[in-house]
């Protein structure tokens, strides 16, 4: 199976930019599709941003869209999701996971990082 940990949030104004990583550990990481989903207080988890193994397919969600960029390095075993001009609204708690296939749905992703959290305010 695969080991997945979050890095990179924390507090950054309007406007501003953060990038996450994601580390993973197992040996199938290179053919695994990886997703980034957030989730606020009190709302449900939402899709983000996906990327398929190769690097070439990439998805995301219309809120994101021209903002977040999805990518990874799977030499370094590490996915990213840069965030630019980052609004109140993208406060939540950042969590990336694997699957087999790059999707959408929360519920094909099998493993789960432990989460980290963005707060974006002045």
């Known amino acids: 199976q695969v080991q997945l940990v979050e890095s990179g949030g924390g507090l950054v104004q309007p406007g501003g930019s953060l990038r996450l990583s994601c580390t993973a550990s197992?040996?199938?990481?290179?053919?695994?599709?990886v997703g980034w989903f957030r989730q606020a207080p009190g709302k449900e988890r939402d899709f983000v941003a996906t990327?398929?193994?190769?690097?070439?397919?990439?998805s995301y969600a219309d809120s994101v869209k021209g903002r977040f960029t999805i990518s990874r390095d799977n030499a370094k075993n590490t996915a990213y999701l840069q965030m630019n001009n980052l609004k109140p609204e993208d406060t939540a708690v950042y969590y990336c996971?694997?699957?087999?296939?790059?999707?959408?749905?929360?519920?094909?992703?099998?493993?789960w990082g432990q989460g980290t959290q963005v707060t974006v305010s002045s």
């Open positions: 990327i398929g193994w190769s690097s070439i397919f990439t």
């Open positions: 197992g040996r199938t990481f290179s053919t695994t599709a």
């Open positions: 996971a694997a699957a087999i296939l790059p999707t959408r749905s929360l519920g094909n992703y099998d493993y």
